[in-house]
């Protein structure tokens, strides 16, 4: 049976124009939404905790790896149907608002451990929670069904590195402030929150589809993935093993920088992504020769820096060192705004919400993988220092090389317009 489904809520109601700052909107919000909240390790709710909560690091730590429990829920919910993914973002912002309301209630009381600490981690396991099920399994897919292309790669490149600068403003803002202004930014953050979720009902979104029986497909329960899809999950799945250099800090302080600067590399880490996401061409057509390109860049930038003699004493190894930081986190950012564009045009309506969620479940369990061996390899490398190459950049430079080649993919070359 085939079932027809209405045309987009607002289509005729709405401008593009006006649901295109609603888009960015939300992608500019997010980041420090995301850090207030403690989404993946979020830097304002890390503070908040150890100085006004008074929690203890490792509960802290315990919380954070309590995120990677929502996987298996996100692979549920991407089963959703892409008519519920406009209801769901609002549904997901109104949730964040109330939590970030928590949240600045119990800064404002100054409460410290007790039950009240129990509430501040029951806040930021909830908001993984609903990240997981609401947000991520609608955010992409309502950029591929209401935008096109090139709009589309303006809010998640544009619309990251804003973002990203903002947050950044205000992790600085909240860790210079007092109680009063602390309690402020949450309250602030959480009215934000609750304005978008008004203003997301401007997002366009499918109707709920017309008939009762509903082909399995086009709820996104049952799609057919195609092999280019399937090729993407393989590269971001490699990628994020050790392409953005996880833990790099810490190696540097511990093996190939000691007594570096460890706030002026992170920096210059932070800088290179951004400066990708700012450059971004939306007008670029051939989106897998662009991310091979990148894919030689980051090889490259990560070869460099094994070739470096640790410890760095010397001002030519030292400037190699940063420069290679600079180029591998923005052709790493590179590669992955590629592979997301790449994969939003093999997608149709029945394959969105499936295709996507399961994209973000693969790119984001691979780096918390990375994370975890780079911890190992950071310790091993501390005691083979004297190696020519120690394991942490083997690992590295054998990673780097391996998305590299899987990059080179005629199927990935053959770029639809759309």
Wanted: with cysteine; hydrophobic share 55%; net charge neutral.
């Amino acid at each position: 049976m085939v079932v027809e489904v209405q045309e987009p809520e607002g289509t005729g109601e709405v401008p593009r124009r006006g649901r295109l700052w609603r888009f960015f909107a939300v992608a500019l919000t997010m980041p420090t939404l995301g850090s207030a909240l403690g989404l993946d390790g979020g830097a304002i709710f890390q503070i908040a905790a150890v100085e006004d909560l008074g929690l203890d690091p490792r509960t802290i730590g315990l919380a954070f790896a309590m995120g990677l429990l929502s996987v298996p829920v996100q692979v549920l919910a991407a089963r959703l149907p892409l008519w519920r993914a406009g209801r769901n973002l609002q549904l997901f912002l109104l949730v964040a608002a109330v939590e970030c309301a928590v949240l600045a209630v119990l800064v404002g009381l100054d409460v410290v451990g007790g039950g009240f600490a129990l509430i501040a981690l029951a806040v930021t396991v909830t908001a993984e929670i609903n990240l997981s099920v609401l947000y991520v399994p609608s955010w992409q897919p309502l950029l591929n069904y209401g935008l096109v292309s090139q709009e589309r790669q303006r809010v998640n490149s544009w619309g990251r590195a804003a973002g990203g600068l903002i947050v950044a403003g205000a992790v600085l803002l909240y860790g210079s402030g007092g109680p009063v202004l602390r309690t402020a930014m949450f309250a602030v953050i959480g009215a934000v929150a609750l304005l978008l979720a008004v203003a997301a009902r401007g997002i366009p979104a499918p109707n709920r589809p017309v008939g009762r029986d509903l082909d399995a497909t086009l709820l996104g329960n049952r799609p057919q993935l195609s092999p280019v899809m399937r090729r993407i999950y393989l590269i971001l799945g490699v990628a994020g093993l050790a392409t953005a250099w996880p833990l790099f800090l810490v190696y540097a302080d511990k093996v190939l920088w000691p007594g570096a600067n460890l706030g002026m590399l992170g920096a210059v880490q932070l800088g290179g992504g951004l400066l990708a996401a700012a450059s971004w061409r939306s007008s670029h057509t051939n989106l897998g020769r662009y991310a091979w390109q990148a894919g030689l860049v980051l090889l490259t930038a990560t070869v460099a820096l094994a070739v470096v003699r640790a410890p760095v004493d010397g001002t030519v190894e030292q400037v190699i060192t940063i420069a290679a930081l600079a180029v591998a986190s923005a052709a790493n950012l590179t590669i992955l705004l590629a592979m997301l564009e790449r994969a939003h045009r093999d997608v149709d309506e029945t394959t969105s919400v499936r295709a996507l969620t399961l994209l973000d479940v693969v790119a984001s369990t691979s780096l918390q993988v990375g994370l975890f061996v780079g911890g190992l390899l950071v310790s091993f490398s501390i005691d083979r220092a004297d190696w020519p190459l120690d394991p942490y950049r083997i690992w590295l430079v054998a990673d780097t090389a391996a998305v590299a080649i899987g990059l080179v993919s005629p199927a990935l070359r053959r770029t639809p317009t759309e």
